[in-house]
Each structure stands twice: as structure tokens, then as C-alpha cells.
């Protein structure tokens, strides 16, 4: 355990650029060989766009990056933060730390740009991506990147996370994302045993489908405990799942940087929900 704690106190910049292009690079091939959709599309093409708000959001990250070292080091020297006011061995510290930064750094953040519209605004641009793959984790608005980080910076303060605590949820965090949004569907029995303790691309995907009240549920990015707790959580059939988002259906409007960066702030469109029977059955 010390060595673990050890190695993440220390990592250096580059391995955690090589977590990252490691993650996408393997849930790539995967999901080339044994994709859940065929897509019709250029998949080097779409991969730019989202390596493009991968590189945003990295940049946003790192001009960030002393505030998160700052925050970790004040709540360790002032005792401030859950993990700083119980006296756990290792293990459990890892355990209770990883549980809530994902709860108040992933889950919550996540809900709340859901429910709030400003943030939703920034958050669409995630769910206005019609071809999810790996590449899709990323897919981030730079407003986006800042108003996870405010969440990220909340949760260290709530847990008193130590920096090593944080590294490790970030490298976590990052290929649990890549993985659930990878182009691929586990077999019944491995999303099920998987599905105890990690959130799955079958669980994940469902979030992605282009309508209410569907797109409200199934939040979590590693843990899949939030969404159960809170009543969130929902299980949909991946053949039926339709990505997208149905406020922004045109490619024009999901497929093109310019246009994906000005969506915050064009005027806002509610969501138009999914075509009752009738109306599917009088279209022309």
C-alpha cells in the first residue's frame, strides 16, 4: 500500500499523459474489433473534435493544477475534511476517499448540470456527440472544465483528500470514463459481476440516449452505488438506445468545433422529448 501511496504522491506529468492516451488508445481497439454500433462515420474525424476538447480540458487542468495542490496541502496541515478528522488505516482511506471524491467530484457536479440550466448549457455539448465512443469521455465545453473543476476543488475540501489521494481518483476517473463510453457491450453476466463494484459501459450508454426523462439518469462515472441510492438509475436495452441529444439534431450543430464551442451561449432550447405513438404514426 505504501508503494502505491508513494508512486501517486510522486507521479510525474508524463505518466499521467500516457493514463490517459493509454486508455484511449486501448478502448479503441477494442471497440474497433467488437463494437456495440456500426457507426457510419469517419471515425478519425470524430475522434478530432474530441481530442480537441480533451486537449481544452487538459489545459484548463493544468492552469488550475496549484489551486487542487494548494487546497489538498490546507486541508492536511489544518486537520480539515473527513479523511482528516478519522483515524484510518491505509487501505480504508483509500477506500472512504475514492467513495466520496467521486460522489461530491463526479456524481454531484453531474446532476447538478443536469438540473441547472446555466450549467446545462456547457454540459450538452458532452451529449450533443451521436457516435459515442471512447473519445466521448472527454468531450468536454472549456466552461464545462472549469465548473468540474470548482466540484473537484469542493470534494478535496470535503474529504481532505492528500494530493496522492487525488491523483489516484484523477487516474481513475479518467480510465473509468474511457471505459464506459467505449463502443462496446459487456455480455449479461460480466455487466452484472462488473457492475457491483464499477460503472459499466451498459449502464453508462443509457445517460447518452436523446431524450428525458432517460438523459436524468444514471450519473455515476466510477462507482455505480449514487445513482441506486438516489433513484437515479436506469437499465435500457443498448439496441434501443439512440445518442444524441434532441435539442441539437442537425450535424451541423454537433459536428463542428465552432459551433460546439458557441452552444452556452446561443439562446436556450428545453428539450423536446421523445414522439408519443400518435405522432410517430402520423409522420409523413
Keep these: 500500500m505504501e508503494r502505491l501511496v508513494n508512486y501517486f504522491e510522486h507521479i510525474p506529468s508524463l505518466h499521467r499523459s500516457l493514463i490517459l492516451v493509454g486508455g484511449i488508445t486501448i478502448f479503441w481497439l477494442i471497440e474497433t474489433a467488437v463494437p456495440l454500433f456500426q457507426f457510419s462515420y469517419r471515425k478519425t474525424t470524430h475522434a478530432g473534435i474530441n481530442i480537441f476538447f480533451t486537449l481544452t480540458t487538459a489545459v484548463v487542468n493544468v492552469c488550475l493544477a496549484f489551486l487542487l495542490l494548494r487546497t489538498s496541502d490546507w486541508t492536511v496541515q489544518h486537520h480539515v475534511g473527513l479523511l482528516q478528522w478519522l483515524s484510518l488505516p491505509r487501505w480504508a482511506e483509500l477506500l472512504l476517499g475514492l467513495l466520496a471524491l467521486d460522489l461530491v467530484g463526479a456524481w454531484?457536479?453531474?446532476?447538478?448540470?443536469?438540473?441547472?440550466?446555466?450549467?446545462?448549457?456547457?454540459?450538452?455539448?458532452?451529449?450533443?456527440?451521436?457516435?459515442?465512443?471512447?473519445?466521448?469521455?472527454?468531450?468536454?465545453?472549456?466552461?464545462?472544465?472549469?465548473?468540474?473543476?470548482?466540484?473537484?476543488?469542493?470534494?478535496?475540501?470535503?474529504?481532505?483528500?492528500p494530493m496522492w489521494l487525488v491523483f489516484l481518483y484523477q487516474a481513475l476517473s479518467v480510465l473509468l470514463s474511457q471505459f464506459n463510453h467505449a463502443n462496446i457491450e459487456l455480455p449479461r453476466w460480466a455487466d452484472r459481476l462488473l457492475g457491483l463494484v464499477i460503472?459499466?459501459?451498459?449502464?453508462?450508454?443509457?445517460?447518452?440516449?436523446?431524450?428525458?426523462?432517460?438523459?436524468?439518469?444514471?450519473?455515476?462515472?466510477?462507482?455505480?452505488?449514487?445513482?441506486?441510492?438516489?433513484?437515479?438509475?436506469?437499465?435500457?436495452?443498448?439496441?434501443?438506445?439512440?445518442?444524441?441529444?434532441d435539442t441539437h439534431p442537425q450535424p451541423r450543430e454537433h459536428s463542428h468545433i465552432g459551433g460546439l464551442l458557441k452552444i452556452p451561449f446561443q439562446t436556450y432550447r428545453p428539450p423536446v422529448g421523445e414522439p408519443t405513438h400518435t405522432e410517430k404514426e402520423i409522420q409523413p
Design 108 to 161: 454531484l457536479p453531474h446532476w447538478t448540470q443536469h438540473q441547472v440550466t446555466f450549467l446545462w448549457r456547457f454540459h450538452l455539448i458532452h451529449h450533443t456527440d451521436v457516435y459515442v465512443d471512447t473519445t466521448t469521455a472527454n468531450r468536454h465545453h472549456p466552461g464545462e472544465s472549469v465548473i468540474r473543476f470548482v466540484f473537484t476543488l469542493l470534494a478535496v475540501l470535503v474529504t481532505g483528500a
Design 199 to 245: 460503472v459499466t459501459p451498459n449502464m453508462h450508454h443509457v445517460h447518452h440516449h436523446y431524450v428525458l426523462p432517460v438523459t436524468n439518469t444514471n450519473y455515476g462515472n466510477i462507482f455505480p452505488y449514487w445513482d441506486r441510492l438516489f433513484g437515479t438509475y436506469h437499465e435500457m436495452a443498448g439496441k434501443d438506445i439512440h445518442y444524441g441529444i
